[in-house]
């Protein structure tokens, strides 16, 4: 396409001015640039090089799936010795304080996990804040709870319709496993993929199934965006069933805090 004009000047004898054509190679906008003769020839090198896209991008894919799998293996045997370090630890202790006649006095828990076991139907209007705020609308919901003077005192408001207590690694790993669910984009979303977990924590750097037991079972910095972002677990009624519901704990009843064996209660619900 003829786009320019090149301006030379003749000889000094002459005063004519010739305005030759000249091609500067630009295209104009519209005009298709192609040196094959052949149309067909021409698609096929454009299939050619779209192809080798795809490839690549495919190749890289999987790339970055090996990598991510690789990242994860890492981080659950990191968990699992970190575990197993404050399991010895606590061995150590207790062994250095019997043999000095001493006992040792283990911190105070962090973590909870409540259950709701009775209905709300003409109870007080705090009992049913507490239990909303909870998230337990049901019976038989259940979640992780971080223990603080302001979650004490809630739990001690709602004891009566509740029964809480601290979980292990092992019920918690179990309850994510079997029973997790996520809350994605408001909906009841089954934890089938680290994909699903890593789209909603990946900010906070939590990408797989053993990150979020660790932040739970830790109450780590992120454990309310964690404990927000799994929905309420609904677990079936213990085998065996309740013994009596309006009776406390400690007194052979069902609520109330049973601190370490709201774990045997667990293995009964899932």
């Known amino acids: 396409m003829i786009n320019k004009f090149l301006l030379i000047l003749l000889p000094a004898e002459s005063i004519v001015l010739q305005f030759i054509p000249y091609y500067d190679g630009y295209r104009q906008e519209g005009e298709h640039r192609c040196s094959c003769k052949n149309n067909d ?13 795809r490839l690549r991008s495919q190749l890289q894919a999987t790339k970055n799936k090996k990598y991510k799998r690789l990242v994860i293996f890492k981080r659950a045997e990191k968990y699992t010795s970190e575990y197993r370090k404050k399991e010895r630890d606590l061995i150590r202790l207790k ?12 911190a105070e828990p962090s973590l909870a996990f409540v259950i709701r076991i009775r209905g709300i139907r003409g109870v007080h209007p705090r009992v049913k804040q507490v239990l909303r705020l909870f998230r337990l609308r049901q019976i038989n919901n259940g979640v ?14 709602a004891e009566p319709y509740i029964a809480w207590g601290y979980p292990n690694l092992k019920s918690v790993r179990e309850l994510i496993y079997k029973r997790g669910f996520g809350k994605v984009n ?24 053993e990150d979020l037991v660790h932040e739970i079972f830790t109450v780590g910095e992120n454990f309310k965006k964690a404990s927000n972002f799994l929905w309420p ?6 085998k065996g069933g309740w013994r009596k519901k309006a009776n406390h704990f400690a007194d052979g ?18």
């Open 95 to 106: 062994r250095s304080a019997k043999v000095r006649n001493n006992y040792h006095v283990e």
């Open 233 to 238: 677990f609904k677990l079936n009624n213990p």
């Open 253 to 270: 009843g069902d609520f109330g805090n049973r601190e370490q064996y709201i774990n045997q209660l667990l293995r009964k619900m899932t």
């Open 144 to 157: 992780f709870v971080k223990l603080n003077k302001a979650t004490v005192q809630m739990l001690r408001i």
């Open 186 to 209: 408001k909906q009841r979303i089954p934890l089938s993929d680290n994909s699903i977990i890593e789209k909603a924590l990946g900010k906070q750097d939590i990408i797989c199934m």
């Open 41 to 53: 020839s021409c698609s096929q090198n454009q299939k050619g090089r779209s192809e080798t896209r």
